[in-house]
């Protein structure tokens, strides 16, 4: 016959351990849901071998991964090797680490050798090492808000990139729709003076802005729409410093000076082709 005070015990027992099972599935639920995945972004890369091609994930724990899934030369057959095929691999030498996530502008910790900050726009990743661009990514996927200061589809020709800083450009403005209202304007008056030589060529239009303390002022590039390629959007054809110009383009292209904070502007010119 069982004893009735060691039978109580083991139902207590019993029930004690039934609930530290659910304690724990519970922890492991949360933990789970802890880590949804917030935003991902990818690269958008114009080069047919699939060079620095990566993508970015941020997860609702404040952490992130980077996957590299550039292209990579087997040095003793001289061929590419795809890392997208071997997934483990890839998982392996993924980058893991925190982030410090601030509204719409993410902090990176030193394991990021490349950037250390990027800032979510207008359905991109922009990223800086500390407030100088480094490079656009597409945002494929995002459970936050994330701004949208203009129309993409009203200024569907358009990519807008914050110069580069120095001890003149020390500050970073966020351009918005009535800015690129005044924008556009002013270039649609400069193009209709120069019509009888331009013709009715269309172009995309890269804005390079700059801006300090007292004033805020935009350098804007033009280029024949037909020598545009989709890295268009996502890298500055030309980039301007106050000591230094670094150019990727070698055809003709505009250029035009606006002061958006006194709402004026020179007249447009175009440099002739490099080569």
């Known amino acids: 016959m069982i004893n009735k005070s060691v039978y109580m015990n083991f139902l207590i027992a019993q029930r004690a351990l039934g609930f530290i099972v659910v304690l724990i599935i519970v922890n492991a639920c949360e933990q789970k849901n802890n880590k949804n995945l917030i935003v991902k972004a990818i690269t958008v890369n114009n080069d047919m071998y699939g060079a620095s091609d990566y993508s970015i994930e941020v997860f609702s724990d404040s952490t992130y991964r980077i996957i590299d899934y550039s292209m990579v030369i087997d040095t003793i057959n001289l061929t590419l090797i795809d890392p997208k095929k071997n997934p483990r691999q890839l998982e392996r030498e993924a980058l893991h680490g925190p982030v410090k996530i601030k509204e719409n502008v993410l902090f990176f910790d030193a394991a990021c050798k490349n950037f250390n900050m990027a800032v979510l726009r207008n359905g991109y990743l922009d990223l ?30 358009y990519a807008i990139f914050d110069g580069p800083k120095d001890s003149i450009s020390d500050q970073t403005y966020e351009i918005k729709q009535n800015d690129l209202l005044f924008i556009d304007s002013a270039l649609t008056s400069q193009l209709v003076r120069l019509k009888s030589s331009l013709g009715n060529q269309a172009y995309g239009k890269q804005l390079n802005v700059y801006a300090n303390a007292d004033s805020v002022w935009i350098i804007v590039y033009l280029f024949p729409d037909k020598d545009l390629d989709k890295d268009f959007y996502f890298r500055p054809t030309i980039y301007r410093s106050s000591i230094s110009l670094r150019s990727a383009f070698e055809g003709a292209y505009g250029e035009l000076g606006i002061n958006l904070t006194k709402r004026s502007f020179s007249d447009l010119h175009f440099e002739p082709a490099s080569n």
């Open 128 to 157: 800086y090492v500390d407030s100088n661009f480094v490079r656009r990514l597409l945002i494929e996927q995002a459970s936050i808000p994330i701004p949208q200061y203009y129309n993409k589809s009203r200024f569907s020709d």
